[in-house]
């Protein structure tokens, strides 16, 4: 609640001074994201993101409206309480974090609370915090809104592949992988999706002994995806129905985005693809005496 009312209230902060100032704008520009990211969460800490309420105050004859639920729409709305936003901080599996955040006194005490994060928490909240930013802004000018599903997705992948020297950002930014083979005796499952347009996509998956043989592999295309994270974990169950099928014990279950070992690993009863997530897991736990869960390294 109080957020609410220094987002709209409060004067920006100035720059530099006092010691522990300087120390939260150095811990700020030392952050392992793109610089559009930082540029972000720089105008978000001085109270200077034009959300509407801000330009209504600035002396706009506006309507405030929120452009995704058309509630006053002021930075902690946007970021936080908006009914659309709250869904993709449940798809990232963040929602104790954004409830922690809406206790924060200001804009500036909500990044400072940001940067004390664990850093791969931090990392996905300052890109959901960027992504959704841009996302208000496409529906804005092109009326065109993501799924909070799709969003999430994009986060994830987003902020687990930040180079520290990263220059561009970009959603479909290839990175390569580094393949590891499994432990003796158990084979590993790799598996991708893909989604093409607003209805079809695909995915595949490769299973491989532990010296590097392909044992099985299958691809399949759907036409009904709902998007890039539904063609991820269509591609694990598939996988790991194969991997049931071919009689094997012990699995490795190996995904490059965070969001699909999340899922994996914890309670995703929000998340719209749970249905799926939970017969993925079904299958684990049934049909394997053991499997891991595990992300694949960056070249
Ligand atoms: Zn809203």
Redesign the pocket.
């Known amino acids: 609640m109080l957020l609410t009312n220094h987002f709209a209230s409060l004067p920006p902060v100035a720059a530099g001074g006092s010691q522990e100032g300087n120390n939260f704008w150095s811990k700020l520009c030392k952050l392992d994201c793109p610089p559009k990211i930082k540029q972000l969460l720089w105008r978000l800490s001085h109270n200077t993101l034009a959300v509407k309420h801000v330009l209504q105050r600035r002396g706009m004859d506006i309507d405030t409206r929120?452009y995704?639920?058309?509630?006053l729409?002021d930075g902690a709305?946007?970021l936080l309480k908006?009914?659309?936003?709250r869904k993709v901080w449940q798809e990232l599996n963040l929602e104790r974090v954004k409830c922690k955040l809406t206790e924060a006194s200001s804009a500036r005490h909500m990044m400072e609370m940001i940067l004390e994060l664990e850093s791969r928490a931090k990392l996905k909240v300052i890109t959901l915090l960027w992504l959704w930013w841009s996302e208000r802004n496409m529906q804005r000018e092109e009326g065109h809104q993501r799924s909070a599903t799709e969003v999430a997705y994009v986060a994830a992948s987003l902020s687990d592949h930040f180079p520290t020297t990263e220059k561009t950002l970009s959603a479909t930014a290839v990175v390569q992988r580094r393949w590891r083979k499994p432990p003796e005796g158990i084979l590993k499952l790799n598996s991708d999706g893909a989604f093409f347009n607003q209805k079809s996509g695909g995915w595949g998956f490769v299973i491989r002994n532990d010296s590097g043989h392909v044992v099985l592999a299958g691809a399949g295309r759907e036409d009904f995806i709902q998007d890039a994270f539904h063609a991820e974990i269509l591609g694990v169950l598939a996988g790991v129905r194969a991997a049931a099928n071919l009689g094997t014990s012990r699995l490795q279950v190996e995904t490059d985005t965070t969001m699909v070992r999340d899922a994996l690993e914890t309670e995703y009863r929000l998340s719209t693809m749970g249905g799926i997530i939970t017969e993925v897991k079904l299958l684990l736990y049934s049909e394997f005496s053991s499997f891991s869960i595990c992300l694949s390294s960056s070249l």
């Open positions: 929120c995704m639920c058309n509630r729409e709305h946007h908006c009914k659309e936003a």
